[in-house]
C-alpha cells in the first residue's frame, strides 16, 4: 500500500491527524467523528511514508475490545506488526519479562479480582466479611491506588475528595492496609501494582528503561480523557523524556472520575507541550442532525470552556422523543412498546439500547421486555465468551475440528454441535433459556458468515479464540439494556434513555458542581450513542397510584419543547435531605437487635448467621406456587418473588396485606398481583 492510498477518503480534519506523523500531537475528538479511524491511518501512514518503524509503535487503548479493533484496522491497512495494548496488558508483559532479570525469581501471579483477599482481610480484622459491602470497599482500594494514595493517607484523602465511601474511611484504611499485606505475603499483583511496578522497574534500572525506550519510540493513546495518575505515571515513565505521542479523547466524555479519571492531561496537553499541534474533530458521521443537534444543546448549557460544537453528516431523522409517564412500570412498558413497534418496522433488536443510570433500574425493563416478547440481553453482567453456554460451545466445537475432515460443511456441522446443546429451531419463550438460546444463535450466524467466506471448521474455532481473547462478541440478537457508563463507546440505530429525572441525572448524591457537570456528560454520552431513533422518559411517581412529585431533570430544561419546570433553588438542608433520601432506615436484627446491612439481611429482618423458625411446608408450597404462576407468565422465577423474598415470607408468614406489605421487595405491584395467593397460602398454614 502506497502512503496517499491510506489518506484516501479522509475528510480535512481526519487527513490533518494522519499527516501529522511526529509528536507531540493532540486529538480533540468530538462523539461519533471517526477518532479510530483517523490515528489507524495516522500509524498506517506514519509507517508507509518511512517515518516510523511498526514494531516501535505502542499504541495503548483501554479496553481489550479498542486493542483488538485497533490491530484489526491496522492489518487491513497493511501494518500488521504494531503493538496495540491495553495499559495494564503492555505492562504486564514488559514487567513478566524483565523480572527474573533484574528482581529475581518468578514473577507475581495476578489476580482478577480484589475480593477473595478482602473477604479474608475482613475475616482477619474480625468484620463480618459481607460481600456487596466489600465490592464497594474493593472500588475504593482502586480508586486510592490510581491516585496513589496509601493506607495511611486514604482518610484525610477521602475526605479532601468529598467521597463517600461504603463504610467508614476508618474501616476501609484497616482493610486496605490488610488487603495489601496479604497481597504481598502471597506474591500477588492486582491491576494497579502492575502499572506501579513497571514504572518503578524502569526508574530504578536504568537498563530496563533503555530497552523499552529503544523498543517503542512511538505512542498513541486513546480516550485520553479517562487517563489517571497512575497511569499518566506510566506513560511519563515509557516516554523518558521524550515527546513523540499523540493523545485522542474528548472532554465532554469524561465520565469516570469516580474511578480516579481525570480529564485534565488531556485538556492541559498544550500547556504541558506549548508546541504541539492540536486538531479538532467535529463532523459527526454518526447521528443525524436532530440528534447531534440536542447534544450540541445539552453541552451548550454546561459552559465549559473544551466544549466541541458537532456538525452533523447524515441526512435528517425523526426529531427525538419526549415522553412522561405516570410511573416507572408504565414507563418500562411504554418502552418495551415501543421497541417492539421499531422491531416490527424492521430495526433489528440488536440495534436497539435502552440506557438507564443504575443498574437496578433493569430489573422494570426486564420483566415489561418479557411480557412483550422482545428479546434483550443485560450487558455488563456476563462478558460473551465467559457464557457458560458459550465456553461449553467453544470446547465442543475445538474439539470437533480436531478430527474433522476439509470437505465437512462449516454452517451445518455447527449447527448440529449447538443443537446438541440447545439452539433449536425457534427461540424460548424468555428468561434464561432465551437467553442461553440467543448465544448460540450468535456462534451459528457467525459459522454462517464465515461459511460464505470459505472458512472451514478449524477457521472458525480460531476465529472464535481470536475473538474471546479480544472480547470481540458476535452481535446477539436483543434488545441492549445497559447502564449508561456501559454504554461508552457504543452505538446503536434507536436508543431510549429512561429514568431522566432529578434525582437519578444528575443522580441524587452528587453535590458538587463537578459532579453535577459529570452527570451532565453522561446524559451528553447516553444522546449520542443513538444514530437515528432517540427517545428521552421519566416517570413521575415510583408506583402505580403513587404520589407524581418527581420532575424531568433539570438537564432537559428548555430542550423538550415544554415549559420549564419551575426549580426552587437548594438550600444546604435540602441538599443533604436529598443525599440522605436514598439510604435506607436502619434496621435491626429481630434476633440479636445487631445492625443490618446487606439488602438480603434486611429482607430477612436478621442477621444471615442468626437462626429463624418457619414452616418449611409453608416454604415448599411457596416455591411451587411461584414456578407454576412464573411458568404461565413465561417468566424467570424470580421476577414473580426472589428466594430471599419467599424466605422472608416464610418466615413471618404474614395474614394481612399490611403485614406481606412490610416486607422488603414487596411493593403494592406485587401485593395487587401475587398478595391474595400469598396470603391464602400463609392463612392456610396458620390454621
Not at 411480557?371 to 474439539?399: D, K, N, S, T
Not at 461508552?488 to 431522566?500: P, S, Y
Not at 441525572?505 to 453522561?522: D, F, H, M, N, S
Request: charged fraction near 25%; charge should be neutral; aromatic fraction near 6%.
Amino acid at each position: 500500500m502506497e502512503p496517499h492510498d491510506v489518506l484516501a477518503g479522509l475528510d480535512p480534519e481526519q487527513r490533518a491527524v494522519a499527516e501529522a506523523v511526529r509528536g507531540p500531537v493532540c486529538v480533540l475528538a468530538g462523539a461519533g467523528t471517526g477518532k479510530t479511524r483517523a490515528i489507524t491511518h495516522r500509524i498506517a501512514y506514519a509507517v508507509h511514508s518511512g517515518a516510523v518503524e511498526a514494531r516501535s509503535v505502542l499504541a495503548v487503548t483501554f479496553t481489550t475490545r479498542a486493542a483488538g479493533e485497533l490491530r484489526q484496522r491496522l492489518r487491513a491497512l497493511g501494518v500488521p506488526g504494531v503493538q496495540a495494548r491495553t495499559f495494564h496488558a503492555a505492562a504486564l508483559r514488559q514487567l513478566t519479562y524483565f523480572w527474573p532479570k533484574v528482581i529475581g525469581g518468578d514473577p507475581p501471579s495476578v489476580i482478577e479480582s480484589k475480593l477473595p483477599l478482602l473477604i479474608e482481610a475482613s475475616r482477619r480484622l474480625r468484620r463480618n466479611p459481607d460481600r456487596s459491602e466489600l465490592r464497594d470497599v474493593a472500588a475504593e482500594v482502586e480508586w486510592a491506588k490510581v491516585t496513589q494514595i496509601g493506607p495511611e493517607d486514604y482518610e484525610a484523602a477521602v475526605a479532601k475528595a468529598h467521597r463517600r465511601p461504603p463504610v467508614p474511611a476508618e474501616e476501609v484504611a484497616r482493610l486496605y492496609e490488610a488487603y495489601e499485606r496479604l497481597r504481598r505475603e502471597r506474591h500477588l499483583v492486582d491491576f494497579e501494582t502492575i502499572l506501579e511496578l513497571t514504572a518503578a522497574v524502569m526508574t530504578e534500572h536504568r537498563e530496563v528503561a533503555a530497552q523499552i525506550r529503544q523498543q517503542y519510540r512511538y505512542f498513541v493513546v486513546d480516550e485520553y480523557q479517562d487517563v489517571n495518575p497512575l497511569q499518566k505515571l506510566l506513560l511519563d515513565t515509557w516516554l523518558g523524556g521524550r515527546d513523540d505521542v499523540c493523545v485522542v479523547g474528548d472532554p465532554n466524555q469524561t465520565i469516570y472520575s469516580f474511578t480516579g479519571a481525570t480529564p485534565r492531561y488531556l485538556t492541559g496537553f498544550a500547556v504541558e507541550h506549548p508546541d504541539a499541534t492540536v486538531i479538532r474533530l467535529v463532523r459527526d458521521y454518526r447521528s443525524t442532525p436532530q440528534v447531534v443537534g440536542l447534544a450540541n444543546r445539552l453541552l451548550g448549557r454546561s459552559g465549559s470552556p473544551h466544549r466541541l460544537e458537532l456538525i452533523a453528516q447524515r441526512p435528517d431523522g425523526p426529531a427525538p422523543a419526549f415522553t412522561e409517564y405516570d410511573d416507572e412500570q408504565a414507563e418500562a412498558e411504554g418502552v418495551a412498546r415501543a421497541a417492539r413497534k421499531l422491531i416490527d418496522s424492521g430495526v433489528p433488536p440488536r440495534e436497539i439500547a435502552v440506557l438507564f443510570r443504575v443498574n437496578a433500574q433493569s430489573e422494570a425493563y426486564e420483566q415489561a421486555f418479557t411480557a412483550a416478547g422482545v428479546p434483550y440481553l443485560v450487558r455488563g453482567a456476563e462478558r460473551f465468551f465467559e457464557r457458560p453456554e458459550v465456553r461449553q460451545a467453544v470446547v465442543l466445537l475445538r474439539g470437533a475440528a480436531r478430527s474433522a475432515s476439509a470437505d465437512d460443511p462449516l454452517a451445518p456441522t455447527v449447527h448440529h454441535i449447538l443443537g446438541g446443546i440447545g439452539l433449536t429451531a425457534e427461540p424460548p419463550g424468555g428468561g434464561a433459556a432465551r437467553e442461553r438460546w440467543e448465544s448460540l444463535k450468535a456462534l451459528a450466524d457467525l459459522a454462517e458468515d464465515l461459511a460464505a467466506e470459505g472458512g472451514d471448521l478449524g477457521a472458525f474455532v480460531a476465529e472464535l479464540e481470536r475473538r474471546a481473547g479480544e472480547q470481540h462478541a458476535p452481535p446477539v440478537e436483543g434488545v441492549t439494556l445497559a447502564s449508561l457508563h456501559a454504554a461508552k463507546g457504543l452505538e446503536w440505530d434507536a436508543v431510549f434513555l429512561v429514568g431522566v429525572t432529578d434525582g437519578m441525572l444528575p443522580i441524587v448524591y452528587a453535590e458538587t458542581p463537578e459532579q453535577i457537570e459529570e452527570e451532565r456528560r453522561l446524559l451528553y454520552v447516553g444522546v449520542t450513542r443513538a444514530r437515528v431513533h432517540l427517545s428521552l422518559s421519566w416517570a413521575l411517581a415510583r408506583s402505580p397510584g403513587g404520589r407524581k412529585v418527581r420532575r424531568p431533570s433539570r438537564f432537559l430544561d428548555g430542550l423538550t419543547g415544554a415549559p420549564a419546570v419551575a426549580r426552587q433553588p437548594e438550600r444546604p438542608r435540602q441538599r443533604e435531605q436529598a443525599r440522605q433520601r436514598p439510604v435506607a432506615t436502619k434496621v435491626s436484627c429481630r434476633v440479636c437487635a445487631k445492625t443490618l446491612v446487606t439488602g438480603a439481611e434486611q429482607k430477612l429482618g436478621r442477621c444471615a448467621s442468626c437462626p429463624a423458625e418457619y414452616d418449611e411446608a409453608l416454604l415448599e408450597e411457596l416455591k411451587a406456587w411461584r414456578a407454576a404462576t412464573a411458568a404461565e407468565a413465561k417468566v424467570p422465577a424470580y421476577v414473580v418473588f426472589t428466594d430471599v423474598t419467599l424466605q422472608a415470607i416464610a418466615e413471618r408468614a404474614p395474614t394481612a396485606e399490611a403485614d406481606l406489605l412490610a416486607i422488603p421487595g414487596i411493593g403494592r405491584v406485587k401485593l395487587d398481583r401475587y398478595g391474595d395467593a400469598v396470603l391464602a397460602l400463609c392463612r392456610a398454614v396458620r390454621d
